[in-house]
C-alpha cells in the first residue's frame, strides 16, 4: 500500500502491571500483567461484562479508580502522559467523530493535532476504507459502518506505533473486516503494536495472543 | 499555539454548522431584556435606573445557556476523550473552547448591549461603558462556566446542577460589572470597577483551564 512507508525503527514497549480497575470496592478484573514489544499484538476476551473496555481505557489513563502500573518504554504513563499520547491511537465505542462535520474535515482535524496537514493522504485513507466517494458527506449522515470506517481510516492518516481498539469490528461488512485486519497485519510488520477487542473471532492477523479477562 | 487555532476553528465551524447555537443565547438576551419595560414601568427614569442590572443580570443568563452546547456534544460523541488522548494538554482544550464560547456568545453580546441600552434609556456614555464592561466581564463568565460545565458533564440534569453551581461564582463578576454601568450613568468615575473586572479575567483567565481540566478529566472516567 502507497501510503504505508513509515517505519517505526525506535522500538517500543509498554508494559502494564498488576492493573485492575475498581468499582466500589469490588475489583472488576484480576490484576493484568502484560508486556507488548514492536510487533506484538494482543486480543483481549472475555464475556459481556469482563470489562474489556474498562481494561483498554485503563490502560489510556482515562480510568481514575484504577490500580497498577502502564509503563511506555519503561516511563510511567500517568508521569509523562504527552509522551505516551502522541504515540498512542485509541478507538473505542465512541467514534470521536463530529456530525457536523464532514468526514475529510473530521480526519483532517485529528491529524493537524499530531502531524502536519496532508489532504491528500486524507482522501487516500478513506478511498482504502472504501469510502472515498463520501470524503465531503457529513457524518450525521452517514450508516454506522461508514461512521466506523471514518473512524478506522485514523489509522492510516495518524501513524502511530500504539494501536488500542476497542471493538474495531462492530458494524463493519466482510470487506471492511478484511481491510482491518490487512492494516493490522502491516501495522505490525512496521513494528506497531495492537491491543484489541473483538467478540468477532479474528482470523487473519498474524501472531494474534490472546488474553482472557476473569 | 497551532493546535489551539485547530481547535478553535474546529469549535467554530461545529456551531458555524447549527446557527442556533449563536442566535439562541443573543435572541433570549433580547427578549429577557424587553421584557422590564413591560413588566416594570416604560417611564424612561426608571428604565435608566434598573438598565445597568437588566443587562448584565440578562447577559449572564444568556451565556448560562450557551456553555452546554459547547461541553456536552463533545463529551457524548467521545470528542472529548479523542481530545484528551490526542497529545494536547487539557489546558489548550479548555482554552480552546472558552474562546470559541466568547466568540459565539460574549461578543454578540457586547454588540447588541448598546442596542438594548438604547432602548432602556441608558445615555452614550453609559452605554458605551456597558460595553467595555461586558467586553471585560463576559470572558470571565464563560471561564468560571468552564470549571461547572466540566463538573456537570455526563450527569443525568446536570443543567439545573451547572446553574446551581455556577451562579454563585458569577456574583462578583455581576457586582462589579453592574456597579461599573451604574457609576457610568451617574456621572461618577467607574475606572475602579473596570479595574476590577480586568482583574477578575486575568485571574479566571490563567485559573479557570487548570481546574476545568482537571474536572474534565474527573468527568471522561
Not at chain 1, 470521536?96 to 482535524?109: C, D, H, I, R, V
Not at chain 1, 449522515?141 to 501513524?159: D, F, N, W, Y
Request: glycine share 8%; hydrophobic share 50%; with cysteine.
Amino acid at each position: 500500500m502507497a501510503v504505508y512507508n513509515a517505519d517505526h525503527k525506535s522500538k517500543n514497549t509498554i508494559k502494564i502491571s498488576d492493573l485492575t480497575v475498581s468499582r466500589g470496592d469490588i475489583p472488576i478484573f484480576d490484576p493484568v500483567n502484560l508486556q507488548l514489544s514492536s510487533g506484538d499484538s494482543i486480543q483481549i476476551r472475555g464475556v459481556n461484562g469482563a470489562g474489556k473496555t474498562t481494561l483498554l481505557r485503563a490502560i489510556c489513563g482515562l480510568c481514575n479508580s484504577h490500580e497498577g502500573i502502564v509503563e511506555w518504554n519503561e516511563r510511567s504513563i500517568f508521569d509523562h502522559e504527552s509522551d505516551f499520547y502522541e504515540n498512542l491511537l485509541y478507538l473505542g465505542h465512541s467514534l470521536g467523530l463530529k456530525p457536523k462535520l464532514t468526514a475529510e474535515q473530521n480526519l483532517n482535524f485529528y491529524r493537524n493535532l499530531r502531524f502536519s496537514t496532508d489532504k491528500s493522504l486524507v482522501r487516500q485513507a478513506l478511498e482504502q476504507t472504501g469510502i472515498g466517494g463520501y470524503y465531503d458527506e457529513f457524518v450525521a449522515r452517514m450508516s454506522a459502518g461508514q461512521k466506523r470506517r471514518v473512524a478506522l481510516a485514523r489509522v492510516i492518516t495518524e501513524p502511530v506505533p500504539l494501536w488500542i481498539l476497542d471493538e474495531p469490528m462492530v458494524a463493519l461488512d466482510i470487506h471492511g473486516q478484511a481491510w482491518l485486519e490487512q492494516v493490522c497485519n502491516n501495522h505490525l510488520e512496521r513494528g506497531g503494536i495492537l491491543l484489541v477487542t473483538s467478540h468477532q473471532p479474528i482470523s487473519g492477523i498474524n501472531g494474534l495472543r490472546e488474553l482472557q479477562l476473569t | 499555539m497551532k493546535k489551539i487555532g485547530s481547535l478553535v476553528s474546529r469549535e467554530l465551524s461545529v456551531v458555524f454548522r447549527s446557527q442556533s447555537e449563536f442566535i439562541y443565547p443573543v435572541a433570549f438576551f433580547v427578549m429577557v431584556t424587553t421584557m422590564f419595560p413591560l413588566a416594570v414601568s416604560p417611564e424612561p427614569t426608571q428604565l435608566a435606573f434598573i438598565a445597568p442590572g437588566v443587562i448584565w443580570v440578562a447577559s449572564l443568563l444568556s451565556l448560562l445557556l450557551s456553555l452546554h452546547a459547547f461541553y456536552q456534544a463533545d463529551f457524548d460523541d467521545g470528542s472529548l476523550e479523542q481530545l484528551l488522548l490526542s497529545g494536547v494538554s487539557g489546558y489548550s482544550i479548555v482554552l480552546s473552547k472558552v474562546v470559541a464560547n466568547w466568540i459565539v456568545t460574549g461578543l454578540p453580546l457586547v454588540l447588541v448591549a448598546p442596542v438594548i441600552g438604547i432602548l432602556l434609556n441608558l445615555d452614550t456614555h453609559a452605554n458605551l461603558v456597558a460595553m467595555l464592561a461586558l467586553l471585560l466581564g463576559t470572558p470571565s463568565l464563560c471561564f468560571i462556566g468552564a470549571i461547572g460545565m466540566s463538573l456537570t458533564l455526563g450527569l443525568r440534569n446536570g443543567g439545573v446542577l451547572l446553574t446551581l453551581l455556577v451562579l454563585p461564582l458569577f456574583i462578583p463578576i455581576l457586582i462589579f460589572g453592574a456597579a461599573t454601568v451604574e457609576a457610568a450613568s451617574m456621572g461618577r468615575p467607574y475606572i475602579g470597577q473596570v479595574a476590577v473586572l480586568a482583574a477578575a479575567l486575568i485571574l479566571s483567565g490563567f485559573f479557570a483551564p487548570f481546574a476545568a481540566s482537571a474536572a474534565m478529566k474527573i468527568s471522561i472516567d
